[in-house]
């Protein structure tokens, strides 16, 4: 009986591990689909998601097509001069005032953006929109968590 114990607990722990690493590689494809494509496509894919779920009119959505473009060209070019620096090889931990900074810069860009939205969308959309904007940030709140878990082991 309790190697029948043992043996259960052996398989279940190469199942979750099996899962985890399912996961990450997905993730990983995810990202690399993402880079492939240019900043207007990026805007244009967010737009449209943003229409469906929204019901946004002509007028918002060319609105919101712009802020998404102005987003998307800064997060590509982030996402260059981030994958410049990991091949030059001098991908080094930013120190304490540099992270700092870059803490407060993309807090103010939220705040930004939310007053821009807060002048595009009407009260119902808004609403709807933070209500998205909360679970997307509890959710990369979670994978930000497991990312640093998987690090420290």
Do not use: C
Request: proline fraction near 1%.
């Amino acid at each position: 009986m309790k190697k029948l114990v043992i043996i259960a607990l052996a398989l279940f722990a190469l199942q979750a591990t099996a899962q985890e690493r399912k996961r990450t590689h997905q993730n990983k494809e995810r990202g690399q689909k993402m880079m492939n494509l240019s900043a207007e496509e990026m805007a244009t894919l967010q737009t449209k998601k943003m229409t469906l779920y929204l019901d946004l009119n002509e007028s918002q959505q060319a609105k919101i097509q712009k802020l998404n473009l102005e987003n998307a060209t800064k997060r590509k070019a982030m996402m260059e001069a981030r994958k410049a620096k990991k091949e030059r090889g001098n991908a080094e931990k930013p120190s304490k005032e540099e992270r700092l900074a870059m803490v407060n810069a993309k807090l103010d860009h939220q705040i930004a953006t939310k007053a821009k939205m807060k002048t595009i969308l009407n009260d119902e959309q808004y609403a709807k929109w933070e209500k998205l904007e909360a679970r997307r940030s509890q959710k990369n709140k979670g994978r930000n968590k497991d990312q640093r878990n998987k690090r420290q082991n």
